[in-house]
């Protein structure tokens, strides 16, 4: 069965780093963009950061450009959201997300999708 698993979500004050991880099973990982998405309470899904399974080419939101970083392990068939100087306004559940191919940047495009990981940042 198709897994995506998230990990590394923590209560951090302001200024501090996380390192995500989504672990992947069940497909064929190269061959996927994986994308990490957020959702505050009350609000919509956002995409935060992507990338290609083609190429590794990246992309990230304004809000997080320049404080994310975005990597995989293809050996590992793991992706990895570095999250460096945290703003309480990072503070959401971060989910990992899966579909063939390049880079995409909105939900209803994701294929497969993981529980999520919450990260919490406090002022």
């Known amino acids: 069965e198709v897994q995506l698993v998230e990990s590394g979500g923590d209560l951090v004050q302001a200024g501090g780093s996380l390192r995500l991880s989504c672990a992947a099973s069940g497909f064929t990982f190269d061959n996927y963009a994986i994308g990490w998405f957020r959702q505050a309470p009350g609000k919509e899904r956002e995409g935060v950061s992507c990338?290609?399974?083609?190429?590794?080419?990246?992309w990230y939101a304004d809000s997080v450009k320049g404080r994310f970083t975005i990597s995989r392990d293809n050996a590992k068939n793991t992706a990895y959201l570095q999250l460096n100087s945290l703003k309480p306004e990072d503070t959401a559940i971060y989910y990992c997300?899966?579909?063939?191919?390049?880079?995409?940047?909105?939900?209803?495009?994701?294929?497969?999708w993981g529980q999520g990981t919450q990260v919490t940042v406090s002022s």
């Open positions: 997300a899966a579909r063939m191919g390049f880079c995409y940047y909105h939900v209803d495009e994701a294929r497969y």
């Open positions: 990338i290609s399974g083609s190429d590794s080419s990246t």
